[in-house]
């Protein structure tokens, strides 16, 4: 019985956030965030946040996503980001060279961190269709050498969250103890 009414809160709350993200409504906020470990950058090393856009069978009018690439150091701070449209069938990236980043030592500790929207490019909506069913982007994270363009470290696996929409005010269930 406890675990039915916790699988209709979570569906509830997916349903909300859904329905928000979809609707391309004021204030639209991210719903899902994906962070990977934390790794070190040498002299004459840089890294490339990559973000691929699939498809899904759930594009419905063809939204379009939303992405915030990031590079944040090891307190948080960002050091770079941008944020960008990232179509069907395409990909957006984000590079920080080791030389933008000042430390005061040879080598840096930075994490990188990804933030998705799904806006409906058409009249506003609401689906039951969850937006990260919309929005399945794929990120990686490689570390090169900048003289021979060789990739050192390739990262596939980060961590998601959803988030909660600050615009519905939806929030997720207290948990039972």
Do not use: W
Not at 27 to 42: K, R
Not at 46 to 64: D, E, H, M, T, W
Not at 67 to 86: C, H, M, Q, Y
Not at 99 to 123: E, F, H, K, M
Request: one cysteine or more.
């Amino acid at each position: 019985m406890e675990a039915q009414t916790s699988l209709k809160a979570a569906l509830i709350f997916a349903f909300v956030v859904g329905a928000q993200a979809q609707s391309g409504g004021p204030g639209l906020p991210f719903f899902q965030s994906t962070t990977f470990g934390m790794f070190g950058l040498a002299k004459n090393q840089a890294a490339r946040l990559n973000v691929l856009n699939p498809g899904s069978i759930f594009s419905v009018g063809k939204p379009s996503c939303s992405a915030e690439l990031a590079f944040r150091d090891s307190d948080g701070r960002v050091l770079k980001t941008i944020t960008a449209a990232v179509e069907e069938e395409k990909a957006v990236a984000l590079e920080i060279d080791r030389a933008d980043i000042s430390n005061g030592s040879d080598r840096v500790q930075i994490r990188a961190t990804l933030r998705t929207a799904a806006v409906d490019s058409g009249p506003p909506t609401v689906s039951p269709i969850m937006p990260s069913s919309v929005c399945s982007l794929f990120p990686t994270v490689e570390i090169y050498d900048k003289d021979t363009g060789k990739t050192t470290v390739l990262m596939t696996e980060g961590r998601t969250s959803f988030l909660p929409t600050p615009a519905t005010g939806a929030r997720l269930p207290p948990r039972r103890q």
